[in-house]
């Protein structure tokens, strides 16, 4: 198949998430006070190698703008994240969340959703993660682990955001007797890793939207509300171009354009003790992503007789990771990536690369204060296939993230 329709099977009871359709009570109150908190991201960061320099390189994935966004040595501010709600009338709801970085400030999201649409329908507008995948929607004080899975900061995390881009998404709440949902997204195509656009000649000029993204989420009826398990899939393709140079002398010399498609798998299950704190409780996650990225010579200074000839890239990865809540607000985990299980590089010239793949396994143990505050130490090491020599590199991480201010609550 050209394009993989996917599927979201969520063993969870379908009233769990009817909440997400309904339309909210608002008071006029509301309308002039918005719900305001901050979180607060610090860490320390402490390797024996310089690890974004490396990702870099990393073979079938060597992009150098995987350089640019890293932590240093020591204490880091990975960001602070100011989250601004409210309903806006009966028809819709919005958010805003900006967020200050060392480096500057950036509108994370900025988004208008409707809540009284018809039928299930529900039309989301503005600035926004997409809502593919597991890890992808989440914010970074969400995420289980310090920092992303290897697939996805070697496909989509330049910054950390990983597919965050301006748009529109349409889903359709489906009104059968089991929870049934399907999304559609048109995205501007931002991602300088995996959508990049030069806007320029040689490439042909191509306006936006320039990307699209497709979910699906099934979500049957079971009787054990301790447990719950989510399987599903996804695919985006969206325009892409890239200007090389070969000879590493600082001078452009080959310019091509193309597609970039990525599809993938992905699934949750979730066990819920119910005893205080999540002590007890069980989440087992995964994910696995392909990526192809067929471009096209439109211009070669060295090699004329290159133009029309195409470069196809194929590679994939997965992770899987399994969190414990050993103690009341004590849990702990273990992450094992593997990207580069299909790695195929076919060059214009007519030759072609498969190198190995890249391996990398982190444990991770962190205490939650409360709701507002929690602290987490990791440890990471991982073996690394560059076109020379391998390299490993270990890092270790201590990370503390509070909340001013209680924070909306996140998807399943």
């Known amino acids: 198949m050209k394009y993989f329709i996917f599927f979201y099977l969520w063993l ?78 009966p028809y819709f709801k919005g958010w805003a969340i900006p967020v200050l970085e060392p480096d500057g400030a950036e509108m994370e999201e900025a988004v208008i959703q409707t809540t009284a649409l018809p039928y299930g329908l529900q039309l989301k507008a503005g600035k926004f993660f997409s809502d593919f995948g597991r890890v992808n929607p989440q914010h970074l004080h969400f995420w289980d682990f310090s920092d992303l899975p290897l697939i996805y900061r070697l496909t989509l995390g330049v910054e950390a955001e990983g597919l965050n881009e301006p748009g529109v998404q349409v889903s359709w709440l489906v009104p059968t007797d089991f929870y049934l949902l399907t999304g559609l997204e048109v995205l501007q195509g931002t991602n300088e890793l995996i959508f990049n656009y030069i806007g320029e000649e040689p490439p042909p000029k191509k306006s936006g939207p320039r990307v699209l993204v497709g979910w699906f989420k099934l979500a049957p009826e079971i009787q054990d509300v301790k447990q719950a398990l989510q399987f599903g899939s996804f695919f985006g393709r969206g325009v892409h171009q890239t200007i090389l140079d070969n000879d590493n002398n600082g001078l452009d010399d080959q310019w091509l354009s193309g597609t970039n498609k990525f599809w993938g798998i992905d699934f949750v299950y979730k066990y819920d003790d119910t005893r205080a704190y999540r002590e007890g409780d069980i989440i087992v996650q995964g994910e696995y992503l392909q990526r192809r990225r067929i471009l096209e010579v439109a211009a070669d200074n060295r090699s004329p007789l290159l133009v029309g000839q195409e470069q196809d890239n194929l590679q994939d990865g997965y992770y899987l990771q399994v969190i414990y809540g050993m103690l009341p607000r004590w849990r702990i985990g273990l992450r094992w990536d593997q990207v580069g299980l299909a790695n195929r590089i076919e060059l214009p010239d007519g030759s072609e690369e498969s190198p190995d793949t890249s391996t990398r396994v982190t444990a991770m143990i962190d205490w939650s204060f409360s709701e507002y505050s929690r602290l987490r130490l990791q440890y990471a090491h991982g073996n690394y296939e560059l076109a020379g020599p391998d390299e490993k590199i270990s890092q270790v991480f201590l990370q503390f993230q509070v909340s001013l201010g209680a924070h909306g609550a996140h998807k399943f």
Do not use: C, H, W
Request: proline share 8%.
């Open 12 to 89: 969870l009871p379908a009233s769990a998430f009817s909440q997400e359709i309904t339309p909210p009570a608002v008071s006029k109150q509301g309308y002039f006070n918005p719900d305001i908190s901050v979180i607060v991201d610090t860490f320390y960061q402490r390797s024996n190698n310089d690890i974004t320099e490396t990702l870099s390189k990393v073979s079938g994935f060597a992009n150098p703008l995987n350089s640019e966004y890293g932590p240093d040595e020591g204490i880091n501010m990975n960001e602070l994240e100011i989250f601004m709600s409210a309903n806006i009338d």
